[in-house]
């Protein structure tokens, strides 16, 4: 029904094992969605692969997308590297899992109704006494997409054409938005930001009118 409606079911924060994981999966027909892969779902073992296993499967069969948040805090820039040597092309979908903090200065934030505090850019829930007592739980991202772009190319060696494609042809795609974005074509909306050789934004073009 979700999907006879065009939504597209995502699937994810999960202690599934691989077995069911998959299964839910496949029954998809190839239109599953995996949220941030390695984040909200046990750690990849060799003896008990789960929900990671069985998104990687899938992706490297070109019958799901994963999604990555990768910022160098939510999963390490060695897992980033593999899930692209793994999966399908256009199977891999760059996101930030950003929140009211992205690209702000450390502080106070809010996530909902809970206190965040951001330090040295990662955020985590909690206040003072919480964080400087105990690692606690990291409450989305401070980046902007183009930073998880770069350090996707940077340090885990992403070419630039797959860490770009990450970032916006398969997204759209798995949105079901790929007739208005995420490629530079006739009829598209016009969405462009242009970076120097550091991979800076210089320029950005919303529906086709420059803003900057």
């Known amino acids: 029904r979700l ?23 496949r029954a998809l027909d190839g ?16 003896r008990a692969v789960g ?26 820039d060695g897992f ?26 450390d502080g106070d934030y809010e996530l909902g ?8 850019g990662v955020a ?8 400087d007592a105990a690692p606690a739980s990291i409450a989305g991202g401070t980046c902007h997409l183009v930073e998880v772009v770069a350090r996707a190319v ?10 770009v494609r990450a970032a916006s042809q398969t997204p759209a795609r798995v949105l079901r938005l790929a007739g208005e974005r995420g ?4 009829g598209r909306l016009g969405d462009l930001l242009v970076v120097d050789e550091e991979l800076r934004p210089v320029r950005i073009m919303r529906h086709g009118e420059w803003l900057t």
Do not use: C
Not at 51 to 76: K, N, Y
Not at 113 to 120: I, K, P, W
Not at 124 to 131: I, K, P
């Open 3 to 25: 999907r006879a409606a065009g939504v597209t079911v995502a699937l994810g924060h999960s202690d599934a094992s691989y077995a069911v994981f998959r299964r839910a999966l």
């Open 31 to 46: 239109q599953a969605l995996v949220t941030h892969l390695g984040n909200g779902m046990p750690p990849f073992h060799h």
């Open 51 to 76: 929900p990671v296993g069985a998104s990687l499967t899938e992706a490297a069969a070109g019958r799901a997308a994963v999604e990555v948040i990768g910022d160098g805090m939510h999963v390490d």
């Open 80 to 105: 980033v590297a593999l899930v692209f040597a793994t999966a399908a092309p256009d199977s891999v979908v760059l996101v930030t899992d950003a929140m009211e903090a992205a690209g702000m200065p």
């Open 113 to 120: 109704s809970q206190r965040v505090q951001v330090r040295a």
């Open 124 to 131: 985590r829930l909690g206040a003072d006494e919480q964080v």
């Open 154 to 163: 940077r340090e885990a060696g992403v070419p630039l054409v797959d860490a």
């Open 183 to 186: 490629a530079l074509l006739p």
